[in-house]
């Protein structure tokens, strides 16, 4: 087999997925992750339709996924009093199932951690292509040179960055922020006991939503691109303390419990674009990196289903990263379309006060199971091949 070793940024879902294939396929494979170790919890996210459950069954995880499940939360959209407005049903938001994407992340390491070598706390700086391989410079190890390296470091990728280019030039600001603080909240609502219930509320350009499965607080709001919006926490704390103060309901009290609350993380809603090129020369995207889109939905499983097509493309082509990352490209052209249709951030928090009297219409009407069917059929827009299984390719080696 050609290009054997394989260099992989990133150990959240989309660089362990890929490296399970490439293991099992025969591939020498490197993990390297910025933070110090796998990085528990986290956000809710969900996997939706025939094809990420048949990915996760051709893994052997689909089970482990079922009981790690934490539930679907209804977001319950109220008004200052308390008065219920509209509801957005947990299939909508959280698909089939729902897991943290820590759980996930964990439930692929496990898989992966014995065949694959891990490097945590370190991080690629420099990358160059030559004849027979990429050289890769570290932060804290030795350079050294792999066949091929696949960037699966999110949606600020730094891999993306070294061999495409500036993140201006890729991903593109829809126009909102999202911050999230405190762990999930698993709560029930003494409205709704037989559902888990977030509780939201709008005021134009804006949603404040208390006890959902993306955190304990979630705050999305309309803006242009902010100065402070990268590393500057005390000042993001201010920023969603000024923005939000004055809205009704439980917006006063989350704001003071706000204070108090770890896990705090703010960054805009934004999507990847890659016109449809992920690869360059010896080295890939798969995941975020790649066709990303913040609270866009899907992102999971396009990352499980990416990376099982990129390593699937490889095994069939014996290593020639050509002729499967050809392949690759036409097969993630059509089959991402579904991250760039969307933008979470106008859905959940328009910017008029008739835009929030329209969705709340849209989620009590028909038309809202017509874009929820939508999203099935986006979700299984692709001809999965049968690449090689597990039990084709021989026993898992970890
Ligand atoms: C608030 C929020 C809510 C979401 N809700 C959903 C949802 O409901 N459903 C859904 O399907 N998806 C959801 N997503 C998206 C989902 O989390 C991602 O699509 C999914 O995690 C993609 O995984 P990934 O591995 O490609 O990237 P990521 O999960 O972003 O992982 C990237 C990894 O690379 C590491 N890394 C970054 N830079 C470097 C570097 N320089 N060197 C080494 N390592 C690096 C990071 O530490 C991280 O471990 C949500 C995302 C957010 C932010």
Redesign the pocket.
Known sequence: MRNKTVLI???????PALAYWLDRYGFNVTV????PGL?PG??????KGRTHRTVLERMGVWEEIQRRRTGRFDTVYLDANGRELAVMTGEF???DV?IL?GDV?AILYERTSGGCDYRFG???TALAETADGVRAEFEHAAPQTFNLVVG???????VRRLAFGPERDYVRHLGYY?C?AGAPGFGHDARRPERLTARAWNAPGRMAARGG???SH?YLFASAELDCARGDVAAQRLLITELFAGMGGEVPSMLVELDHLGDFYL?AIAQVQMKGRYTSGRVAL????GY?N??G???????VVGAYVLAGELAVADGDHEAAYARYDEIMRRYAKIAGNSNAGRFMAPKTAWGIRGRNWLLGSRAFGLMMKYGDKAANDIDLADYPTMAEVGPEQS
């Open positions: 940024s990133g150990a959240s879902i989309a660089g390297v992750e910025k933070a990085r986290g956000q809710a996210v969900d996997f938001t959280g698909g729902e994407r992340a370190d991080s690629i699966a470091d999110g949606i600020h990728s730094r999202y999230v499965s993306k955190g979630l960054d798969v995941g975020d990196a990303g913040t609270l939905g899907f992102g999971t499983g396009l990352a």
